[in-house]
């Protein structure tokens, strides 16, 4: 059983698969890479860490001021493993730039990942993070993310377990590269965390009021409310439901599993 460091503020949660959504701020907003050569840095101090066994990469993606890791533990909590990337980092920051105190805000920012499909969907949300910042207009054309060991068009050394998510997609290998293309380009209002100024408490939506009144009045045209909905047991109504719901309402796969109290799985895959 994995011993875990008490930690302040708030209990982290842990993922039954040990695998998780990590996002690092600047410390007051500041940028954390002020050229490329920064970038290029914690890049190979991810790297340099990951070949001690003590994590496995699934997605990662750098802006100037925060970064995105789809990350997963292996020998050493995610904990220890963060503290070192970031002192890491950090030493050699301050050093160059002859500056002193706190690099990063506070502790990283995490959320559980569990289930195949939230982790795609993760991993997309993360490989968008420079479109929806206006910064390109494709992940593709994006240079400092893992997008392009997905499609292998990276030049640099490997970082990321490319095979865990394209094996999702298919067993056969370029088939696997176009549907993992197509799927990424797919833009959405799925919500995980992120660089949010004003809320850094949590990461995460409220779910708005109207998106749930207007779910329990679908719901109960088929006899059901959202404390119910968990139990119907007939797959193929159940899929349409939700299905109604989505097309109907949006809503993002978190937002709409939490109100109607099941996985983002059935969700997901409804």
């Not at 998780?20 to 907003?29: A, D, K, S, T, V």
């Not at 993310?145 to 298919?170: F, N, Q």
């Not at 797959?235 to 996985?263: C, D, F, M, T």
């Amino acid at each position: 059983m994995r011993r875990w460091e008490p930690v302040p503020r708030y209990a982290r949660k842990h993922s039954s698969t040990f695998t998780y959504h990590i996002m690092l701020r600047g410390n007051e907003g500041k940028k954390l890479f002020l050229d490329d050569d920064d970038k290029n840095r914690f890049v190979d101090t991810l790297r340099r860490m990951k070949e001690h066994e003590e994590y496995e990469i699934y997605t990662y993606c750098l802006m100037d001021n925060h970064v995105h890791l789809l990350i997963s533990e292996k020998k050493d909590s995610i904990s220890r493993s963060m503290k070192r990337i970031c002192v890491s980092y950090a030493y050699y920051f301050n050093k160059k730039y002859s500056r002193t105190g706190h690099l990063f805000q506070d502790r990283y920012r995490s959320e559980v990942i569990d289930g195949e499909s939230y982790l795609l969907t993760a991993s997309r949300y993360i490989h968008n993070n420079p479109v929806k910042a206006q910064i390109v207009k494709n992940a593709e054309r994006y240079k400092w993310s893992s997008i392009g060991e997905y499609l292998g068009t990276a030049t640099k050394e490997p970082l990321v377990k490319t095979e865990v998510l394209l094996s999702v997609m298919s067993n056969n290998a370029e088939r696997a590269v176009e549907l993992f293309r197509e799927y990424t380009s797919q833009l959405t209002d799925d919500v995980f965390i992120d660089y949010n100024e004003g809320n850094e408490s949590s990461g995460i939506a409220n779910t708005n009021g109207s998106l749930k009144d207007s779910i329990e009045q679908t719901l109960l045209k088929y006899g059901f409310n959202p404390d119910t909905f968990r139990e119907c047991r007939d797959k193929r109504e159940r899929n349409q439901i939700i299905r109604e719901i989505k097309e109907n309402y949006g809503g993002s796969v978190r937002e709409l599993a939490r109100i109607l109290h099941i996985s983002k799985d059935v969700v997901f895959r409804a």
